[in-house]
Structures are given as C-alpha cells and as structure tokens.
C-alpha cells in the first residue's frame, strides 16, 4: 500500500489522501492521527500515538466511511487540487450499496485522483482475482497480497499502465524483490484457484458457517450480528460486555479443540468433516454462553483476562 501511494503521488504531484477502512501501518496512514488522536479509532485500534510519523503530514490522510459518498464528497470540495488519491477496500464487512463503487470511480475520475482498490483481504476470496472484476469498476490500482501467495510473503501491484508508468519518475525498490519463493507461491496459487474453483468452495463453507451460526444463535435466544463476506464471516454479540462472552467463547472452544475467534476464515484445506465438527461444538457453546450471560457468570468463569479487541475495520 506505502508502493502505491508512492506511485499515486508521483502521477499526480498532489500530496493528500482520502482513505476509508484499515490499510497498514506506514506513516502516510498513520498521519490521520496527527490532526485527531481518535481519526483511526473505527478503522484501525484506538488511542493510536503518532508518535515518530513526521508533523509536517497532518492533514494529508483524511478518512471516510464505507458506502458514505456524501462524506468523500465533502473531502473532494475541501481537497480537490490536493487530492493524489481515493483509497478503500472494495468490500469488507458490508457489500457496498448501489451505485457507492461506481460513484467513487466517477468522483475520482473528474479530480483527477488515483483511484486504489485494497484487495489484499478482499482478493482471491470471491473469484479468481480481485473483486472489482465481480463488481465491474476498475481501479487505478489494485494492490493484492496474503492470498495471491497463499501465504507466503508476496505482493503485487496492478493498474493502468498510465498510473504505474510514474513509477519511472520515483525510487521505489526492496532488497527481497529478486527473491523468488513468493512470485512462484502465487504463480501455483493461481493457477489452483483457477482450476479448482477454489472461490466457489470457500463461499460454500462460509454460507455454511453463517447458517449455522444464526440457526444456532437464534436456538439458544444468544443475540448476535453476523456480517462480511462468506468467506470472511464474523459474528458481534449484542451486549454490553461483549468482549467477555467472546473471551469466553473462545476458551470453551479451545477445551473442545478449536483454536477459534469470533471470525472464520474459510480455506480451501477445510474439510467437511471439521466444519461439522466445529458447527457441533457451536451447538454446545452457544448455549452454554446464553446461561452463563442469563446468570452474570461469564466473568468468574474465564480462566484469564478478558482478550483484546484487536483491529478494527470500518463497518
């Protein structure tokens, strides 16, 4: 992502960024917080210090919320002159609203901004490449990463041979690049998920999670929020203290064998025999928790502090 802002910044000679979601840790994203201490606090981790991301950054990285048009709108009318970039994940927790996608190629269009698609989570979970290519808008830049590889460390950098020639006019470089375990990674990697409709698996195993997930919950009276993408499922507790029935949950199910958060991640390793496995130990837990909620007991039985929150990611 730091490569692609690099590119975008040369194209354009412009130095701000209008950016929604989660996106690293580089100082280009990080000065969000120069001007607010709390910018990040929906997108990444709050109460985030700035501290060694140069002063002289405040106000180049301004956020927006998904599927809030209206708000990048309000960006553009403050920083049209100054705007190198709009960047966000194509979808994330939410699908994106009718006309939100194509609204953002058409605003960065007529500013002159480059236009970058985060598909380094997004990417390879839905269909091989990246999920622009389902929803039909093309960005500038599409960054990939994780997935392209299976894993192992490799990214990849595709756009308009306009917006990528400016890299020419820059310095961009890394002592690994003529490494080669990672391009050949991705080469195997696509070319498996080509031919094994890897994609059309992890949907069928993340729709499975999801149902059985809701017809659990609503079986044990436990209220809950389920949101993302299939192959990226998350569930929220509606309660005050969610964080300690999630705690909770995930030391239930480690007594059960399962190494599991409050997400599933579907890979194309999973087996049908151990989503089964593992919708039969949500079957006990779930209602298990409900109780122990019904008797404010979820603390006395946690065996360790209540977990982290961990990142978040603007919903």
Known sequence: ???????????????????CGYHGWHDWYLAAN???????????LPGLEPNGVPRSLAGTAVPFHYNRVDELERIIAVNEKDLAAIIMEP??????????????????????????????????????????LLYKVTPDIAVFAKAISNG??????????SVMQAAQDTFIS???????????????????????????????????????????????GLAMTITGISPLSRFTF???????????????????????TNSFYAMFAHEDRQVSDYLAAIGEIFPALARAIERQEVERLLRGPVAHTGFYRLA
């Open 34 to 44: 120069l001007c607010h201490g709390d910018t990040l606090d929906s997108h990444l």
């Open 91 to 132: 979808i994330r927790s939410d699908k994106p609203e009718p006309g939100f996608l194509e609204s953002v190629r058409e605003l960065a269009t007529s500013t002159g901004a480059v236009l970058i698609f985060d598909e380094v989570t997004s990417g390879w979970r839905l269909n091989s490449g990246g999920v622009h």
């Open 174 to 220: 890394s002592t690994y690049w003529t490494e080669r375990i990672g391009p050949t990674a991705a080469l195997a990697t696509i070319h498996k998920h080509r031919a094994q409709g890897v994609s059309n698996r992890l949907i069928e195993l993340g729709n499975r999670i999801q149902a059985g997930w809701r017809e659990t919950a609503d079986h044990a």
């Open 152 to 161: 192992y460390p490799m990214a990849a950098l595709v756009g308009t041979s």
């Open 238 to 260: 509606e309660l005050t203290k969610s964080q300690a029935v999630r705690t909770l949950f995930t030391q239930m199910m480690l007594d059960r064998g399962f190494l599991a």
């Open 1 to 19: 992502m730091a490569v692609a802002v690099r590119i975008a910044r040369a194209k354009t000679g412009r130095e701000k960024i209008a950016f």
